[in-house]
């Protein structure tokens, strides 16, 4: 689409409005001027008279046709402007689009070496060392390129963890998850276990039998009800989140086919991924990488907890 000329459309010179509102000033002042002549003159002769004010009534009929045409002048010159602001905003959409899309290339290098280290940690926790900290020693390896992977594909930093489900214990009973391992780049994970039923992401998946918790902004869903239960009162009043994003993913296998049409799936854990930045992930790609790289966690993990 051409673009409006900068001497016809930019607001700073608008040479056509400036010329419209010359003419219609002096087509304003002469009319009046004749008269205030004709007035002061010798008396007017009824032939002048209505001389006088057929020129006033066509003038101003001419400075209002005037009018509305400058109207439709600037009315039109800012459709032309918001149709090239659309059409640019447009084109800038799709090309972040494209540029986004060219980063899952690059990302399936440390995306691999993510899968090799979940087979390293799951060959020589069978016939190596079966400690658990070489386990979580080469499942944090595995970690730092899944989330090297999502840092390449996102453009920002981002994180990940593998949190495994206990059972119920205490008076209440609640399912409560622990952090096994986390990436280089996230503080070291706490022993203190979260329950459940007090963080929304890992209550849709239980207890909903969703495939994945997905937002991209969580600051915007506290007001929507979501729950997190390391941000107390204080955490949300001071804004002080240390992510903001996240896709959370269960790891288990399906089980029998129940009733309905989906299958039962027997967690076991949650890959997550999060970051500091919003409106970051995909729905698409991301959700069904992530959702991949749970699958091959489950072997891994199965076996880990078989030996506990």
Same mark, same amino acid.
């Not at 059409?87 to 959409?93: G, N, S, V």
């Not at 016939?127 to 400690?131: A, H, L």
């Not at 915007?220 to 007001?223: N, P, Q, R, T, V």
């Given at each position: 689409?051409?673009r ?17 509102r010359?003419a219609?000033?002096?087509g304003?002042?002469?009319p009046?001027?004749?008269i ?5 003159g010798?008396p ?15 003038c101003t009929?001419?400075?209002?046709l005037?009018i509305?045409?400058e ?6 010159v ?8 659309d ?7 799709q090309l972040?689009s ?5 980063r899952y ?6 995306l691999?070496?993510?899968y090799a ?6 060959w020589?926790h069978l ?5 658990p900290?070489a386990?979580r ?6 970690l730092?390129?899944?989330s090297?992977a999502f ?5 920002? /930093?981002?994180?990940s963890? @593998?949190?495994l489900?206990?059972? &119920?214990?205490?008076?209440?009973g %609640? *399912? ?10 996230s ?8 329950r459940i039923?007090?963080? /929304?992401?890992f209550?849709h @998946?239980?207890?909903?039998?969703? &495939?994945?918790?997905f937002?991209n %902004? *969580?600051v915007?869903?506290?007001?929507k009800g979501?729950r997190n ?8 009043e ?8 996240t ?5 288990g296998?399906a089980?029998?086919?129940s ?17 500091f ?8 790609y991301d959700?069904?990488?992530g959702?991949?790289?749970a699958q091959?966690?489950q072997l ?9």
């Open positions: 689409m051409n409006v000329p900068n001497w016809l459309g930019n607001q700073e010179s608008r040479l056509w409005s400036t010329m419209a010359l219609a000033l002096t304003l002042i002469f009046i001027a004749s205030i002549t004709f007035l002061n010798a007017l002769s009824t032939p002048a008279m209505i001389l006088s004010i057929y020129v006033c009534i066509l009929t001419l400075i209002i005037m509305r045409q109207n439709r002048y600037v009315a039109q800012k459709k032309y402007q918001d149709d090239y602001l059409e640019a905003k447009k084109y800038q959409t972040e494209a540029q986004r899309e060219m290339g690059p990302a399936m290098l440390p691999r070496r993510a280290g979940v087979a390293e940690a799951s020589n016939r190596g060392d079966t400690s900290e386990f020693l080469h499942l944090q390896e595995s730092r390129y899944f090297e840092t390449l594909i996102t453009g920002v /930093t981002c994180r963890s @593998i949190k489900v206990a059972a &119920p214990d205490g008076p209440t %609640d *399912l409560t998850v622990s952090t096994l391992c986390r990436d280089h780049n503080p070291e994970p706490t022993n203190r276990p979260d039923s007090d963080n /929304t992401d209550k @998946i239980f207890l909903h039998n969703e &495939p994945k918790f937002c %902004d *969580l915007a869903a506290i007001s979501y239960s390391h941000w107390d009162e204080k955490t949300i001071a804004g002080d989140f240390d992510y903001r994003s896709i959370v993913w269960p790891i296998r089980g029998d086919v009733t309905g049409t989906k299958r039962d799936l027997e967690i076991i854990g949650f890959l997550c991924i999060d970051s930045e919003t409106e970051i992930f995909h729905q698409t959700v069904a990488i959702g991949a790289f091959a966690l891994a993990l199965t076996q880990f907890r078989t030996k506990q």
